[in-house]
């Protein structure tokens, strides 16, 4: 049997960080993946998808994620329930992340933050190979 998933997305929200009892790190976050197609009014569908991420990956994802990050989340589907302040058993489906691949820089930590990088920068006209 196989339960495997990955998915790249932006995230929604700060990832929230949290300790169990016993001292180990939790962090919840949820990523927004566009759908492959476009509906009827020619727009394209997003989903949200919960992510759970446990113990030194937890602490790396809600020290360097943020709002809007762009990341590919490699886990498993878990489902779970609980029972609500009403009474009722709700049930959660969520990715257990594994893997959490960071694939853009921060804001405030790109090279050359807030101005277009020149490759040629620096080269005189005769020093350009082509």
Known sequence: ????????????????LR??????AVTNFRIAVDRP?????GERETDFFPV??????????AHNLSKGRLVAVEGR???RSYQAQDGT???VTEVVADNV????????????????ADPFDGFEEDEVPF
């Open 77 to 79: 589907l878990q489902n």
């Open 19 to 24: 300790y169990t009892q016993a001292g180990v």
């Open 37 to 41: 197609f476009s509906n009827l009014q």
């Open 52 to 61: 759970v991420t446990w113990r030194k990956l937890a602490e790396t994802c």
């Open 89 to 91: 058993t709700r049930w």
């Open 101 to 116: 691949r960071f694939l853009d820089w921060p804001k405030d930590d790109r090279p050359d933050a807030g101005a277009a």
């Open 1 to 16: 049997m196989l339960n495997r998933v990955i998915l790249i997305g932006r995230l929604a929200a700060d990832p929230e």
